[in-house]
């Protein structure tokens, strides 16, 4: 085991990722139940015991559902997020366990050093994260409504980004969400599109030449599909002469599903 990813869950009816080295795992979110945390880690091969902290993103409920049964159940491990993000989370927040972080900064958890920054999402301070671990890194940027020059600084060297892809913009604008709720998701501080992921790609593709895998996170079940998100992506990395399976692997992952093990 080197230094690995893998998706619990990705979509709005909960967040769940595996971050883990080999004597060290971290969590990205908990969004989903304890069971289905516990029946990754299973699944994963990963030992509960290596299970050392829990990095929230922000404070909606597909991201922390899960925090605090987690917790109270699986006494060494650590939650981390912002002294906003806790006060949102409200009860929803572990009674136990939390620990703050101020936007921007880093911090070890076992032998992964963990990076935090800005995201742009209608929460009360959201993050991203960059995992780095044998000179290896795994960046993790999603709920996001535009992604900045900062957001691609701190993932410029990730072996895998994990980046949102959540909707195509026509089948939102002329689906059954609510007029309110399509303005939340394509505003700046909504849900990345398809369109956006991929000029976003583009730009991190002209850093640092290497293999690198992108996952695409957060597809929206009423607004995308994988083969949509994937085509649209591929278009646009194709106009700049960025081909898939030359200058990066390309993959979408499970809404609801527990997927493949990646090492970076």
């Known amino acids: ?47 509960p015991a290596i299970l050392r902290a829990l990095l929230v993103t ?11 049964a987690l917790l109270k159940k699986e006494k060494g491990i650590v939650a981390f997020a912002n002294e906003k993000t806790w006060a949102a989370a409200g009860e929803r927040a572990p009674a136990a366990g939390r620990r703050n972080f101020v936007t921007g900064e880093s911090f070890r958890v ?5 990076k935090t920054f800005a995201v742009n999402h ?15 890194q795994i960046s993790i940027i999603t709920d996001t409504g535009h992604v900045d020059e900062e957001m691609l600084l701190a993932a410029g060297d990730a072996d895998i980004l994990v980046l949102e892809a959540n909707h195509d913009e026509d ?13 939340r998701v ?3 501080r909504g849900h990345l599109s398809n369109t956006a ?17 992108v996952l695409l996170a957060h ?22 002469k960025y081909y898939i399976g030359r200058d990066l692997r390309l993959d979408t992952m499970a809404r609801d599903e527990i997927g493949p093990v990646y090492e970076a």
């Open 219 to 240: 597809l929206s079940r009423e607004n995308n599909f994988p083969e949509m998100a994937l085509q649209t992506i591929r278009n646009i990395l194709e106009e700049k």
């Open 1 to 47: 085991m080197g230094f690995d990813f893998c998706s619990f869950s990705s979509g709005s009816s909960g967040n769940c990722y595996l971050v883990r080295s080999e004597c060290t795992a971290v969590l990205v979110d908990a969004g989903i139940s304890r069971t289905r945390i516990m029946e990754g880690l299973a699944r994963t091969g990963t030992d």
């Open 122 to 136: 209608d929460a009360a301070d959201p993050v991203g994260y960059t995992l780095t671990h044998g000179g290896r």
């Open 58 to 68: 922000h404070e909606h409920i597909d991201h922390v559902r899960g925090a605090s």
């Open 171 to 183: 089948m939102l604008k002329y689906g059954r969400y609510s007029m309110a709720l399509k303005q």
């Open 197 to 213: 992921a991929g000029n976003a790609i583009v730009k991190w593709l002209e850093g640092v030449k290497k293999e690198r895998r």
């Open 186 to 188: 394509l505003g700046d």
């Open 110 to 114: 076992g032998d992964i050093l963990v």
